[in-house]
């Protein structure tokens, strides 16, 4: 059944991700079907991640939000940006982190060296 692989692999990427998270927003609170992960890095003053979450979320209908999880990963070593895009994310997109459908990892820098 896929809905039951897709929520297998979106726990094991996040068991294997999170052992080393310095940050995560996590919980996956249900059975899914649909899995989106973006990445995103820190592109100086301009930065498109608001622009792509708020145009996946505005296309979702409720059902469809409450059967996804869209999986934000902070790629980058500064903690500041790390910091900015997670308080973005809070504010803008609130009742889709606390439904869960919204998460944000990112992966400490000494997994880049």
Known sequence: MRTKQVNLL???????????????????????????????????????????????????TLSQEKDSIVIVLVADSNEDYLHSVVKMITKKFKRQVRSGSLEVISIPAFLYS
Not at 22 to 46: D, H, P
Not at 49 to 56: F, G, H, I, N, R
């Open 10 to 60: 979106i726990t094991l990427v996040a068991v294997a991700l999170f052992s080393f998270s310095c940050f995560c927003i996590y919980r996956i609170t249900q059975t899914i079907s649909f899995a989106l992960g973006i990445s995103t890095v820190n592109r100086g003053n301009y930065s498109y991640l608001k622009q792509t979450l708020t145009s996946v979320v505005s296309r979702m």
